[in-house]
């Protein structure tokens, strides 16, 4: 499956942004779709994770609150709102999938076997 992000920007602490993922090559059904991110010089960490079938959603920390995942059965995608930016947000997004289950270790990287190239949110 390929995997396209949109949505990142530049935005001041505060804003929100709202990245897409479009999938192309396969359906959703039994994926577990997420995002991470990566800021310069950090590891790579889980934002949060959606499994298409079961509809439950898994969230780090650092997003509850002010992260909602979802899909968007209309346009077919996977998006990311993210209100109350900060600083510290500030990273490269992916888009992950995987067809097998997440539950447990959705915030692994090793999970997903697609990744997108990235959006990058900036967040001044």
């Known amino acids: 499956v390929q995997l396209a992000e949109s949505g990142g920007g530049s935005v001041q602490a505060g804003g929100s942004l709202r990245l897409s993922c479009a999938a192309s090559g396969n359906s959703y059904g039994g994926y577990c779709m997420g995002w991470f991110r990566q800021a310069p010089g950090k590891e790579r960490e889980g934002v949060a994770s959606?499994?298409?079938?079961?509809?439950?959603?898994y969230y780090a920390d650092f997003a509850k609150g002010r992260f909602t995942i979802s899909q968007d059965s209309r346009k077919n995608t996977l998006d990311l709102q993210m209100n109350s930016l900060k600083a510290e947000d500030t990273a490269m997004y992916y888009c992950?999938?995987?067809?097998?289950?997440?539950?447990?270790?959705?915030?692994?990287?090793?999970?997903?076997?697609?990744w997108g190239k990235g959006t990058q949110v900036t967040v001044s």
């Open positions: 992950v999938a995987t067809m097998g289950r997440c539950d447990g270790r959705w915030s692994v990287a090793s999970t997903f076997d697609s």
């Open positions: 959606f499994h298409i079938i079961s509809r439950v959603s």
